[in-house]
């Protein structure tokens, strides 16, 4: 079965740093594309950033281009979204996504989230 | 304002057909696989649809998807309560280098 868990949000002040994790298992994680999406308040859903299986793409969204990294560590079948210079905009739900299959990119299966809150 | 287009409600009661739309362009549906998400109050959304019109294991064949040209739509048919939620839309959008999607569509079982 597959499973997704995203840990590490919080609240944090505007121009804060945060780093998400996200313990994947049941699957071969090296062999799947990885991604981040995140959740407003209230709003819908906004893609954020994606990689491939050995790190070596990478793709963000424009708002977080800069500011946010994605990496992976298949030994640790652990995702990451290192995040700095927070913005009040950027509070939402952030969710981990696996690809639907291995040949494919596009988003499948969804872990539960985990919620940060910038705030000062 | 999404680059994708969805209507923002749409309804039905038990038992009917409901369909829902998704606009987008020649960068994203019109080039690119569609894709349908579920999301239930308080819960991660949950994928129907892939590449168009497949469905993972495990969603009811109630569900189906279809393209056509720069549009996408799912259809949901025997309309169940279960079914009130919040369905999105999604593709890769080759201009934007981004996965994009619509603003989503409230469904109401009436």
């Known amino acids: 079965e597959v499973q997704l868990e995203e840990s590490g949000g919080g609240l944090v002040q505007p121009g804060g740093s945060l780093r998400l994790s996200c313990a994947a298992s049941?699957?071969?994680?090296?062999?799947?594309?990885m991604h981040w999406v995140r959740q407003g308040p209230s709003k819908g859903l906004m893609w954020v950033s994606r990689?491939?299986?050995?790190?070596?793409?990478?793709h963000y969204a424009d708002s977080v281009k800069g500011r946010f990294t994605i990496s992976r560590d298949n030994a640790k079948n652990t995702l990451y979204l290192q995040m700095s210079s927070l913005r009040v905009e950027d509070t939402a739900v952030y969710y981990c996504?696996?690809?639907?299959?291995?040949?494919?990119?596009?988003?499948?299966?969804w872990g539960q989230g985990t919620l940060v809150t910038v705030s000062s | 304002q999404s680059v994708l287009t969805q209507p923002p409600s749409a309804s039905g009661t038990p038992g009917q057909r409901v369909t829902i739309s998704c606009s987008g362009s020649?960068?994203?549906?019109?080039?690119?696989?569609a894709y349908w998400y579920q999301q239930l109050p308080g819960t991660a959304p949950k994928l129907l649809i892939f590449?168009?019109?497949q469905r993972p294991s495990g969603v009811p064949d109630r569900f189906s998807g279809s393209k056509s040209g720069t549009s996408a739509s799912l259809a949901i048919s025997g309309l169940r309560s279960e079914d009130d939620a919040d369905y999105y839309c999604?593709?890769?959008?080759?201009?934007?280098?981004?996965?994009?999607f619509g603003g989503g569509t409230k469904l109401t079982v009436l």
């Open positions: 990689i491939n299986g050995d790190e070596s793409t990478t």
């Open positions: 020649t960068s994203n549906i019109g080039s690119n696989n």
């Open positions: 999604a593709a890769w959008d080759d201009s934007l280098s981004s996965v994009i």
């Open positions: 590449s168009n019109n």
């Open positions: 049941g699957f071969t994680f090296s062999t799947y594309w």
């Open positions: 996504v696996r690809a639907v299959t291995t040949a494919t990119r596009g988003l499948g299966y």
